[in-house]
């Protein structure tokens, strides 16, 4: 019986936000007493099942061909539902990215499990493990229970501290790979990994964003929002009218109809607030506002803030931080 | 080879907040209902899809009886036809059940032959799950990909896409039948025509009901304890100093004592 987390690879690298949810694992699997498995599958696998061992799962399940560098679901479903039948799985669990949510609802589809899409906490009661997670996007709360002997969840990302790797004493198995390059139907013709040394928003510990209050001069505007985010080690983030209006592409969107966020810190610049951006970033742990306007929404939400021009305040904090750090 | 839109009637979302607990559970919203914004791109790239490769389009919804704003929002845009499923046969279902009926719609559709691409939005702003493509296309026993932000060609029955993913993007293709969830950087959804509208408002929508779909209901998890989530009554702290740069050190000791940075 086992609790199996899969570790998602980006070109080769394990996303570290699988590591919270391995040890999250191992918490759930000694109440349950299920050992902790961890999947890998990739052309490489062997640095992360390293780390996966370090980070305290009992077992690596690594499946490990050249045409699996890439995530294709096809194959990884199927090398995932194996895995779920070696180990005799009672949970599949995977970081709520975008492959990781696809993966968890394709093999809990597939083996009719009940699913917790997106879950935002894990526990067990009486025996079972039990899931929370919002709908209405954030605005109520439930409960999952599940009714079938296998459990799957999608995590998100940043819902369990990040641990410490250790010494470890997990070994690594290798999984046989049934699917040959020709099995597979789709085929990836072009890749191009995203820049590297950009602090994502999703993984981010501290996020800075501008909204339109940098209309006046947006150029500059974003230049000064950058300029505090780099000094703080920060991703850049952005309301959907900073995106609409040009200022800046849509990946750093944060809100209802972009990225769902929740940093320890997140410095709102020229945000107002609304209901559609809260939603994305409501969850922070500390929210900082930069606004020229008292009675703008996001000081409801704020711990912080300053009532000021953010082309003169941005900046002065920047050269604060810069004293500091 | 035609296109079938999967589209979910959902609340506008700045009244997503007034949502109460005893509506989520019965489903009788107050809110204004709409279609699901992310389902916007999903319906514009059906209508793209049939200038390109001149295919007829459908969308369909599953939602309670009657409610079919959403469907005519997407007649309005330009679909050719709409199809209702009433949501009294995944009643007490789970997220496969509304997938086992919308799959079961899409074979339904021009007597089930020649739909070979559906579109989905990327999530529904109530259920918030991004699971019900996924739930489709292994109910169809077809292929998936997701968060696609451009469909490049089709040819000789082989789709042609590219992918976003956190660590990146990247062109895939893959052969007809496929199951698709759009990304919002697709397309910008154009606002339905004065005619359109009126076509739409003329429009007769069928709708499949208990006697049209049967399949055993999946029923695999059970929510419970539905509630408001307390938001945190925070009372800012409004750092008033002389200069600018005062109320920048003040707000940095205070990050600093939080121990934040
Ligand atoms: C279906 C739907 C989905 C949506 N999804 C999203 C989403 O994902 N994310 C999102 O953010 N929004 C989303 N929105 C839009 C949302 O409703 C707001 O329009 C948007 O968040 C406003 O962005 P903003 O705060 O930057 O702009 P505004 O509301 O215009 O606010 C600008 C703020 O800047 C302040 N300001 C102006 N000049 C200065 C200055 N020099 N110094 C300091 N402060 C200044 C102003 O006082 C104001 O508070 C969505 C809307 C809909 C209908
Ligand atoms: N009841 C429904 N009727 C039609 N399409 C739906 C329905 N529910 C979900 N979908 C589709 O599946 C996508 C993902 O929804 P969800 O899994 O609820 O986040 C939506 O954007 C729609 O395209």
Known sequence: MAILVWIEQNDGQAVSNCWELLDKAKVLGQELGAEVAALLIGSDVDDSAQQAVAYGADHVYAAAAPHLAHFRLQPYAAIAEQAVARTDAVAFLTNASIRGGVLAATVACRRNAGIAANASDLWVEDGRLVAARTIYSGNIQARIQFESSLAVASVRPRSFPMPAPTDGSGSVDNLDVRTQEDDIRQKISDFRAADAGEVSLTDAHIIVSGGRGVAEDPQKGFELVGELASALGAALGASRAAVDAGYIPYKHQVGQTGKTVRPDLYIACGISGAIQHLAGMGNSKIIVAINKDADAPIFQRAKYGIVDDLFSAVPALTAEFRKRL | ?261
């Open chain 2, 1 to 261: 080879m035609n296109v079938a839109v999967l589209i979910k009637q959902t609340p506008d979302t700045a009244e997503l907040p007034k949502v109460t607990v005893a509506e989520a559970q019965s489903g009788e919203l107050q809110a204004t209902m709409v279609i699901n914004p992310w389902d916007e791109f999903a319906v514009e790239e059906a209508i793209d899809l049939s200038d390109r490769f001149s295919c007829d389009t459908t969308a369909i919804s599953l939602g309670r009886e009657g409610e079919t704003d959403a469907l005519k929002h997407a007649l309005a845009m330009g679909v050719d036809s709409a199809l209702h499923v009433d949501e009294s046969v995944v009643e007490g279902g789970d997220e496969w059940a509304t997938a086992e009926a919308l799959a079961a719609a899409v074979r339904k559709v021009d007597g089930g032959e020649d739909v070979e691409i559906v579109l989905a939005g990327k999530m529904s702003v109530d259920g918030n799950s991004g699971v019900i493509y996924a739930g489709v296309a292994c109910k169809l026993g077809w292929d998936l990909l997701v968060n696609v932000t451009r469909i490049v060609d089709i040819v000789d029955g082989t789709l042609i896409a590219e992918q976003a993913f956190e660590g990146g993007q990247e062109t895939v293709e893959v052969p007809l039948p496929v199951v698709i969830s759009v990304a919002k950087e697709i397309n910008e959804p154009r606002y339905p025509s004065f005619m359109g509208i009126r076509k739409a408002s003329r429009a007769a929508i069928p709708t499949l009901g208990r006697e049209d779909l049967e399949f055993p209901l999946s029923r695999t998890t059970r929510w419970t304890d539905l509630n408001k989530p307390e938001t945190e009554e925070v009372q800012v702290r409004i750092f008033e100093g002389a200069s600018v740069e005062e109320k920048a050190a003040q707000l940095a000791d205070a990050l600093m004592a939080e121990r934040v940075i």
